[in-house]
Nanobody, 119 residues
């Protein structure tokens, strides 16, 4: 069974930067995209950014201009700059389909990594 292996995350002060990475442990079939979601305490999981096999990306309005998602050799990286306390959440990697401007998650998730931004 393919797994998504995440790394990165941690504690940072507001205005700081972190980078998350996610790599599949094997080949993922029937999927042309990957994405990062996040879930803060008491809130629903939300899409942060998605990327397809061609490198096209889509971002949540709340992170546009601050976060950058890119793919290098089957590993996706989420570079997070100018972090704010409201970015605090558990971040999850996902494999799915990216069609048009929409991302459709499959049931393949990473284990989650905590990002905490202090004010």
């Amino acid at each position: 069974q393919v797994q998504l292996v995440e790394s990165g995350g941690g504690l940072v002060q507001a205005g700081g930067s972190l980078r998350l990475s996610c790599a599949p442990s094997g080949t993922i079939f029937n999927s042309n995209g990957m994405a990062w979601y996040r879930q803060a305490p008491g809130k629903q999981r939300e899409l942060v950014a998605a990327i397809n096999s061609g490198g096209s990306t889509n971002y949540a309005d709340s992170v546009k201009g601050r976060f950058t998602l890119y793919n290098v050799k089957n590993t996706i990286y989420l570079q997070m700059n100018s972090l704010k306390p409201e970015d605090t959440a558990v971040y999850y990697c996902n494999a799915g389909d990216y069609r048009g401007h929409y991302y459709y998650p499959h049931d393949l998730w990473g284990q989650g990594t905590q990002v905490t931004v202090s004010s």
